[in-house]
Each structure stands twice: as structure tokens, then as C-alpha cells.
């Protein structure tokens, strides 16, 4: 699955030290409760107000996603001054780096709890690190493009547009 999350309990057999959080639901999630170690606690899907409170109170998010288009879980942690450990996979490749977390190798559950093990013992201000992506910061961005399209038109018409 694109979330793999048994990879994710993999690592916390790793780290037995810490506890894990595994938060949503899926149709894999009683299997995957079953086979989780005595580290690893499952919770049911957080509604999006309580999101901020929860990233606040961990001390790394960790994914092993391989299907995220953006990964906004990812960086809404960072905006919650929370370092995130990452699959070194489109988008995280993009958006997590030194300032904000670490990335591991795809697949690599020694690399994943180390990613993991970095996160939680080092010292992170990861805010600055995801700034570019706040709303505001998007918007004026689109903007920006939509601007330099429409001084720059051409009159040239593409695909699906009508005279």
C-alpha cells in the first residue's frame, strides 16, 4: 500500500524506546494493529481542528508514504515546529531537508529509524523551513504567475479553449 505503514511499524520494532502513534483508518488498519509491537498505539482519524494540537504534542512525524502529491501532513507538522522523517521520494525530496527533518532511503527500515532516531534527539525550528508554503505565500505566488500569463498573452490558443 502507498502509506506502508508496516514499514512504519517495522522501524518502531527498531526504536522500542519510543512510542509510536498511528493515527486514520483504512481497510488494512486491523491487520496492521495485530501484527504492530507493544511501542505502537493506533487511533482513529483526527478531525482537522484538533490537527495543530496533535502535531504540537509529538516529537517527529513520521511517513513512508510513496503516493503523496504534495504531502501537506508533512508540512503542516513543520509548521507546528515538529522535524518529520521521510521517504527520499517525490514531494518530501522537495520539502524536507536539514532545516525541517530528515529523508531515508525508500524501503530502508535501518535508514527509517534513524531518520527517526535524528528527528527525536536533535534540536528543530522547523517553521521558517516550510514559510514558502503557507497560504499566503501560495497565493501571492499564483498571482504572480497568473500575472506574468496574462501581460505576456499571445493571443495563441491552446487546447480546449473556445474563440
Known amino acids: 500500500m502507498e502509506k506502508n505503514v508496516g514499514e512504519i511499524l517495522a522501524a518502531a520494532r527498531e526504536l522500542s524506546a519510543c512510542d509510536f502513534l498511528i493515527v486514520g483508518e483504512g481497510p488494512r488498519r486491523a491487520a496492521l494493529e495485530a501484527?504492530?509491537?507493544p511501542n505502537v498505539v493506533f487511533?482513529?482519524?483526527?478531525?482537522?481542528?484538533?490537527?495543530?494540537?496533535?502535531y504540537s504534542t509529538i516529537d517527529a512525524f513520521v511517513t513512508a508514504s510513496t503516493a503523496d502529491t504534495l504531502g501537506l501532513s508533512t508540512l503542516e507538522a513543520n509548521a507546528c515546529g515538529t522535524p518529520v522523517a521521510a521517504?527520499?521520494?517525490a514531494p518530501f525530496s522537495e520539502t524536507i531537508?536539514?532545516?525541517?527533518?530528515?529523508?531515508?532511503?525508500?524501503g530502508d527500515t535501518a535508514a527509517m529509524a534513524g531518520a527517526i532516531d535524528q528527528c527525536v534527539?536533535?534540536?528543530?525550528?522547523?517553521?521558517?523551513?516550510?514559510?514558502?508554503?503557507?497560504?499566503?505565500?501560495?497565493?501571492a505566488a499564483l498571482e504572480r504567475i497568473y500575472e506574468r500569463l496574462l501581460a505576456g498573452g499571445s493571443g495563441t490558443r491552446t487546447a480546449g479553449t473556445t474563440p
Open 35 to 37: 501484527r504492530a509491537p
Open 97 to 106: 531537508g536539514p532545516d525541517n527533518g530528515v529523508r531515508y532511503e525508500r
Open 43 to 54: 487511533r482513529d482519524f483526527l478531525p482537522r481542528k484538533a490537527l495543530p494540537r496533535f
Open 121 to 139: 534527539s536533535g534540536s528543530w525550528s522547523t517553521r521558517a523551513a516550510v514559510a514558502e508554503y503557507a497560504v499566503d505565500e501560495t497565493i
Open 87 to 89: 521517504p527520499d521520494v
